[in-house]
């Protein structure tokens, strides 16, 4: 079953079901993300609640205040077991500018399952059933050319390329967990296959048409990817999530440079921050691997000090994604200057 993920004007729909979250917006002072003082005008903080977790906060955007936020948070069915809050927020300035965050997802595929599959269908495993594509911007492509929103029309890829320079910072970030897998390959038989596991960045731009008018968006997309190889050398089975996925997008007649170097829209990007109780709480139902609905918030039973520590380290993880995210940015302004 396919319905919008979001609201009608925005240009891309995800093809998934599920209930709606409490979603509220509420006005801060002139202060930006991090505590640098902004000249532009006032702020609003948009906040997304988790509908599972009696509406606890989880993550806060900032953006300026006469821009135009259409917020959704929402969970998948018991079914999508494996798949945590989906946050997709798009913030639109008056002049067609915007910036658009998109849901974290869990993928899984199995060329071996007898009656095939229905993409966006839960899997046994609690995953989104779906194969790896080849090319992430033609997946997008197909996203929009199957979905569109309402007045959208004429989708076309213009570009896609990865970014090395993000896919090493990535590297570097998740080889604790890539080394755990090459030593797992060490351990066993050849002939068992081998558990393939990396990180992918890439960027793609899409041209289309809004009612007409030309726009132009860019996508910033980061997965981690982990294969089963058989014998044969082929990916039999494995998972893919998409760990982040951002886009900026404008009217055409901005140009790509503009759209890219604007720096309301890099700053609203980058003051998403998650809550701290809402991050402990869900990675308690996600270790778990199920969940129902309306799950009560738990009281910690730890030591004070190691939920301080933990604490520390969530926040420094966070501030080093987020940079990651800046970074790769500008890694796409570079590669599409002239």
Same mark, same amino acid.
């Given at each position: ?24 917006? *509420? ?5 930006? @993300? ?6 532009? +005008? ?12 009696? %509406? ?20 998948? &069915? ?5 798949? &945590? ?13 915007? #910036? ?9 595929? @199995? ?13 046994? %495993? ?8 080849? &090319?992430?911007? %033609?997946? +997008? ?24 320079? *993000? ?17 797992? %390959?060490?351990? #066993? ?30 996508? +910033? ?17 494995? *998972? ?22 604007? @720096?309301?829209?890099?700053?609203? +990007? @980058?003051?998403?921050?998650?809550? &701290? ?29 190691? #939920? ?24 796409? *302004? ?5």
């Amino acid at each position: 079953m396919k319905r919008a993920f979001f609201t009608s004007n925005e240009w891309c729909r995800w093809p998934v079901a599920i209930a709606l979250a409490m979603v509220s917006m *509420t006005m801060s002072g002139c202060q930006a @993300d991090g505590g640098k003082e902004s000249t532009a +005008l006032p702020s609003q903080v948009i906040m997304l609640h988790d509908p599972m977790l009696s %509406n606890m906060l989880a993550m806060t955007v900032t953006a300026p205040e006469d821009w135009a936020a259409e917020p959704i948070a929402q969970r998948l &069915s018991p079914a999508y077991s494996k798949q &945590s809050l989906l946050i997709d927020l798009r913030v639109a300035a008056p002049d067609g500018r915007a #910036v658009r965050f998109y849901p974290t997802m869990g993928f899984e595929y @199995d060329r071996g399952w007898a009656s095939g599959f229905v993409p966006w269908s839960a899997t046994a %495993n609690g995953w989104i059933a779906m194969l790896p594509p080849e &090319s992430y911007g %033609n997946w +997008l492509l197909k996203l929009i050319e199957e979905n569109p929103a309402p007045g959208v029309t004429a989708p076309r890829l213009i570009r896609e390329t990865e970014l090395p320079e *993000t896919q090493a910072t990535l590297t570097q970030i998740y080889y604790p967990l890539l080394e755990s897998y090459r030593q797992l %390959n060490a351990s #066993v038989s050849h002939n068992l296959g081998e558990m393939r596991a990396r990180v992918q960045a890439h960027h793609a731009s899409v041209a289309y048409a809004r009612n007409e008018v030309p726009e132009l968006a860019h996508f +910033l997309l980061l997965v981690f990817r982990l294969d089963q190889i058989g014998a044969s050398g082929v990916a039999d089975r494995g *998972t893919w999530s998409i760990m982040a996925m951002q886009s900026k997008e404008g009217p055409a007649e901005l140009g790509d440079l503009a759209l890219l170097t604007d @720096d309301a829209m890099q700053d609203v +990007l @980058d003051s998403w921050v998650l809550q &701290s109780a809402w991050v402990q709480e869900n990675d308690r139902i996600m270790q778990r691997g199920s969940y129902i609905q309306e799950l009560q918030p738990r009281s910690m039973g730890a030591r004070q000090i190691d #939920v301080e520590l933990r604490e520390e380290k969530r926040q420094f993880e966070e501030q080093r994604f987020k940079r990651l995210l800046h970074d790769a940015w500008e890694e796409i *302004t570079a590669l599409n200057s002239p």
